[in-house]
């Protein structure tokens, strides 16, 4: 990791993304997480002080190591365990079935097989289980949409990865989860070609419909 990447864009994120609009934005989506939970790209930890007390434990995946005393100091401080993995999401190391709920937060723009992690995502939550996500994304309106397209180059760069044109409700429905809720609208207080959020639930299942039987331990 290069001196950007490793130091001044992680202080930056947390700076930014430990916003008020952001922190409202993060208590409104886990408040329902209950039981065993995974998060997909844990970043600095911002969730953690948000996540309800139905939370029985947390881990969490992510393949970079950002402000790890930041990390652990707000891993303490949760009223449950926290477990971090350092690998990617394409590749959960857990088995078949083991989550209650998986949490993303402005993360799927920066994975880079979204479809791949969100089919583990659906692998490893239980029939009953639910996907709660928070994503920036493509834009609805043509010429925000262009802007994207224009700008996603630049934002690679400068965002480590980050895209700002990934239709995310139809990543999450390529992979075969299904959504039950989504809400789309533009994040006060960000340019909008980075506050097109998508927000909402989806399950590995249709309601109503039965998991296939599990085959292995994946």
């Known amino acids: 990791m290069g001196l950007y990447s490793a130091y001044i864009f992680p202080r930056l994120m947390d700076w930014i993304m430990g916003g008020t609009g952001f922190q409202r934005l993060r208590n409104e989506v886990l408040h329902s997480a209950r039981g065993e939970v995974l998060e997909i790209g844990l970043g600095t930890g911002l969730n953690l002080p948000h996540y309800p007390v139905g939370v029985s434990r947390l881990r969490a995946v992510d393949p970079a190591p950002l402000l790890p005393r930041r990390v652990a100091e707000r891993s303490a401080r949760a009223p449950f365990p926290v477990e971090l993995s350092r690998t990617g999401a394409e590749h959960l190391p857990y088995n078949n079935h083991s989550f209650d709920c998986v949490v993303s937060t402005w993360t799927l723009c920066t994975i880079p097989d979204p479809v791949q992690a969100l089919q583990e995502v659906r692998r490893v939550l239980k029939p009953t289980g639910r996907l709660l996500f928070l994503e920036h994304g493509r834009s609805d309106d043509a010429r925000t949409a262009a802007w994207q397209d224009r700008l ?28 039950l809720q989504l809400d789309r609208f533009v994040m006060v207080g960000v340019p909008r070609i980075g506050g097109e959020l998508y927000r909402g639930i989806a399950t590995p299942n249709r309601i109503g419909v039965s998991a296939p039987p599990e085959t292995d331990g994946r």
């Open 152 to 179: 996603n180059p630049l934002q690679n760069v400068i965002g480590c990865g980050c895209n700002l044109n990934r239709r995310i409700d139809r990543l999450i429905s390529k992979a075969g989860l299904h959504i």
